[in-house]
């Protein structure tokens, strides 16, 4: 008999997500709505304020992903003023950058993905010396020894006797869908502590060049951060030599630890291969080595794939208002000229209007408007956005160390290259990802080192600081790559204010419902087909949605250390 599954929310630390899925008499999804179910509307805020404070508000749009938003609203403001930052400061944002993405990914494989892979409660079962003999085969990571997953163990069965099992709570543990031997999840749960410790250190690196984190400083013409190697009250050669040595430390922890656990996960679950979605791909691009408007220099490149085809990559122009476009059929907002057409970015609207159904409620009328997120497309095609759309425009474009990665994993789980189009690609391309931001951060560091060396300690470029400066009116397009995918900013200004500003995140890209053809998104076609062993246990669910690291705007997390109910799926 066909059911109906909802799992509300759906994300592990952020943002409200809603899943609805429809299985057939198999168990099998054949449909699946994806609803945010908050709205906040920064984009309304930011309406009248200066633009060179646009980035403060924009980024605390998310408190994960901490520095994507103001970097995107000061490229943004930038574009439109026509500022050009310092080879310093263009220096410092890929290296911040590049830190987020590879804290970001290692906390996503480790706190918000590698349960539903893991069985927690199942290390209890290991063998501590076969979990220290696997580890030492795997890695030389010098925290591998018997004792070592001895006294893990312990700390496990304290917090199952207690009755709490805190961090690990809430978890489908024995579910069927498991497959890791006891030993393999031990490890994995001793890493999942470890990388809980480690990722508070490479934030550091914001912490130096940024002041603080989350929400780092930025400014509008550079970075507000001030060098000077032989200065006591600037970023002098001791910072400097901590953030050398942060990144080495990164760099170690992901070749010995997480690359390792990742192909060690994987192995066990090569059939796998659900959840492949769209098949649609797309990448704004990011890292620039020269001016940030020079496509050309992007060490990310910019583009899209159309079905999975790796032998055309499609040209992307966020200013074009013929390839960007957010439809709002299925959304709950208006446009002044009517629903039945998407608008570009620079000509958008935030102008709320809640239609659905009053808390508490069973289903979404997904016929009719069902979300707060809009539905934005490229060319009218869905697209998906993140670490897998980017690994593969850059494999396609021949990256040569994409390609040599990409080609590493694939041979050691001994799959091809068709398996990148799944749930396991997905979470895998954030590995191979997270290995070469990594390479990035030492990159941008040498980099850094190099100008400073010639004498150069500039961070800020004040031309066009003064709005006497600015012309009546202007417009400006910013971008990054966030660790979930393409971000834009788009901004207007009109009188030296912020006539009108418009957002579009990647979580938007991914998680929008249906457009105004019928066509979903990449999170609701990508869990069509998938087999559920359990639905009354939606451990498939979870996984192919957070392989997307679905992050949606801030509010209060949902939690509950006294065992109240926290996440509600029902079945009819």
């Given at each position: 008999?066909?059911?109906?599954?909802?799992?509300?929310p759906?994300?592990?630390?952020?943002g409200?997500?809603?899943?609805?899925?429809?299985?057939?008499?198999?168990?099998?999804?054949?449909?699946?709505?994806?609803?945010?179910?908050m709205?906040?509307?920064?984009?309304?805020?930011?309406?009248?304020?200066?633009?060179?404070?646009?980035?403060a508000?924009?980024?605390?749009?998310?408190?994960?992903c901490?520095?994507?938003h103001?970097?995107?609203?000061?490229?943004?403001?930038?574009?439109?003023?026509g500022i050009?930052?310092?080879?310093?400061?263009?220096i410092?944002?890929?290296?911040?950058?590049?830190?987020?993405?590879?804290q970001?990914?290692?906390?996503h494989?480790?706190?918000?993905?590698?349960?539903?892979?893991?069985?927690?409660?199942?290390?209890?079962?290991?063998?501590?010396?076969?979990a220290?003999?696997?580890?030492?085969?795997?890695?030389?990571?010098p925290?591998?020894?018997?004792?070592?997953?001895?006294?893990?163990?312990?700390?496990?069965?304290?917090?199952?006797?207690?009755?709490?099992?805190?961090?690990?709570?809430?978890?489908?543990?024995?579910?069927?869908?498991?497959?890791?031997?006891?030993?393999?999840?031990?490890?994995?749960?001793?890493?999942y502590?470890?990388?809980?410790?480690?990722?508070?250190?490479?934030?550091?690196?914001?912490?130096?060049?940024?002041?603080?984190?989350?929400?780092?400083?930025?400014?509008?013409?550079?970075?507000a951060?001030?060098?000077?190697?032989?200065?006591?009250?600037?970023?002098?050669?001791?910072?400097?030599?901590m953030?050398?040595?942060?990144?080495?430390?990164?760099?170690?922890?992901?070749?010995?630890?997480?690359?390792?656990?990742?192909?060690?996960?994987?192995?066990?679950?090569?059939?796998?291969?659900?959840?492949?979605?769209?098949?649609?791909?797309?990448?704004?691009?990011?890292?620039?080595?020269?001016?940030?408007?020079d496509?050309?220099?992007?060490?990310?490149p910019?583009?899209?794939?159309?079905?999975?085809?790796?032998?055309t990559?499609?040209?992307?122009?966020?200013?074009?208002t013929?390839?960007?476009?957010e439809?709002?059929?299925?959304?709950?907002?208006?446009?002044?000229?009517?629903?039945?057409?998407?608008?570009?970015?620079?000509?958008?609207?935030t102008k709320?209007?809640?239609?659905?159904?009053?808390?508490?409620?069973e289903?979404?009328?997904t016929?009719?408007?069902?979300?707060?997120?809009?539905?934005?497309?490229?060319?009218?095609?869905?697209?998906?956005?993140?670490?897998?759309?980017r690994?593969?425009?850059?494999?396609?474009?021949?990256?040569?160390?994409?390609?040599?990665?990409?080609?590493?994993?694939?041979?050691?789980?001994?799959v091809?290259?068709?398996?990148?189009?799944?749930?396991?690609?997905?979470?895998?391309?954030?590995?191979?990802e997270?290995?070469?931001?990594?390479?990035?951060?030492?990159?941008?560091?040498?980099?850094?080192?190099?100008?400073?060396?010639?004498?150069?300690?500039?961070?800020?470029?004040?031309?066009?600081?003064?709005?006497?400066?600015?012309?009546?009116?202007?417009?400006?397009?910013?971008?990054?790559?966030?660790?979930?995918?393409?971000?834009?900013?788009?901004?207007?200004?009109?009188?030296?204010?912020?006539?009108?500003?418009?957002?579009?995140?990647?979580?938007?890209?991914?998680?929008?419902?249906?457009d105004?053809?019928?066509?979903?998104?990449?999170?609701?076609?990508?869990?069509?087909?998938?087999?559920?062993?359990d639905?009354?246990k939606?451990?498939?669910?979870?996984?192919?949605?957070?392989?997307?690291?679905p992050?949606?705007?801030?509010a209060?997390?949902?939690?509950?250390?006294?065992?109240?109910?926290?996440?509600?799926?029902?079945?009819?």
């Amino acid at each position: 008999m066909a059911k109906k599954i909802v799992v509300d929310p759906i994300p592990r630390i952020e943002g409200h997500l809603r899943i609805e899925a429809k299985t057939n008499d198999a168990n099998v999804i054949e449909e699946a709505w994806s609803t945010g179910t908050m709205w906040r509307g920064i984009e309304v805020i930011l309406q009248g304020r200066d633009p060179r404070d646009a980035w403060a508000f924009a980024e605390r749009i998310c408190g994960v992903c901490t520095t994507v938003h103001a970097l995107a609203s000061v490229r943004c403001v930038e574009d439109a003023l026509g500022i050009e930052v310092p080879t310093n400061a263009r220096i410092i944002r890929n290296l911040m950058e590049a830190t987020q993405h590879t804290q970001d990914h290692l906390v996503h494989f480790y706190h918000l993905h590698a349960l539903d892979w893991v069985d927690v409660v199942s290390a209890l079962k290991a063998d501590p010396k076969q979990a220290s003999d696997i580890a030492q085969s795997i890695s030389p990571w010098p925290k591998s020894s018997v004792g070592y997953f001895k006294d893990l163990q312990k700390r496990l069965v304290s917090f199952v006797e207690s009755g709490q099992l805190g961090i690990f709570s809430n978890g489908y543990w024995g579910h069927p869908a498991y497959k890791l031997p006891p030993e393999v999840n031990l490890i994995a749960v001793a890493h999942y502590l470890e990388a809980l410790d480690f990722q508070k250190e490479i934030i550091k690196i914001q912490t130096i060049f940024g002041g603080k984190n989350p929400h780092p400083n930025y400014l509008v013409g550079g970075m507000a951060c001030a060098i000077d190697p032989n200065s006591d009250t600037a970023i002098n050669i001791e910072r400097l030599a901590m953030v050398k040595k942060i990144i080495d430390d990164t760099q170690t922890f992901i070749d010995q630890v997480y690359i390792p656990d990742l192909l060690a996960i994987a192995s066990y679950y090569k059939g796998w291969l659900y959840g492949g979605g769209l098949g649609n791909f797309m990448s704004y691009g990011d890292f620039p080595e020269k001016n940030v408007n020079d496509v050309k220099s992007l060490l990310w490149p910019r583009g899209v794939i159309l079905n999975k085809d790796l032998t055309t990559i499609h040209d992307v122009d966020p200013r074009d208002t013929a390839q960007i476009k957010e439809e709002i059929g299925h959304s709950w907002y208006t446009y002044s000229k009517g629903s039945d057409k998407g608008l570009h970015p620079w000509e958008g609207e935030t102008k709320p209007h809640y239609t659905g159904p009053k808390p508490p409620y069973e289903y979404m009328d997904t016929d009719k408007q069902y979300s707060w997120l809009k539905t934005p497309r490229w060319k009218d095609h869905a697209v998906e956005v993140g670490p897998l759309a980017r690994v593969l425009i850059g494999y396609a474009k021949g990256d040569p160390m994409l390609k040599d990665t990409v080609g590493m994993v694939l041979g050691k789980l001994g799959v091809g290259p068709e398996a990148l189009f799944s749930t396991l690609g997905r979470t895998a391309a954030r590995g191979i990802e997270c290995k070469q931001t990594a390479g990035f951060m030492g990159k941008f560091y040498d980099e850094l080192i190099a100008n400073v060396k010639t004498g150069d300690y500039r961070t800020f470029n004040s031309d066009r600081w003064d709005p006497s400066t600015w012309p009546a009116e202007c417009k400006g397009f910013g971008y990054t790559e966030a660790p979930r995918g393409s971000l834009g900013h788009w901004i207007r200004i009109k009188d030296k204010k912020i006539d009108e500003y418009q957002i579009v995140v990647p979580s938007t890209w991914n998680a929008s419902p249906r457009d105004n053809k019928g066509n979903s998104g990449a999170y609701e076609a990508a869990l069509k087909g998938t087999p559920m062993a359990d639905p009354s246990k939606p451990l498939e669910i979870l996984r192919t949605i957070h392989s997307f690291d679905p992050c949606l705007a801030c509010a209060s997390h949902v939690f509950d250390m006294n065992g109240n109910e926290i996440t509600k799926v029902t079945i009819v």
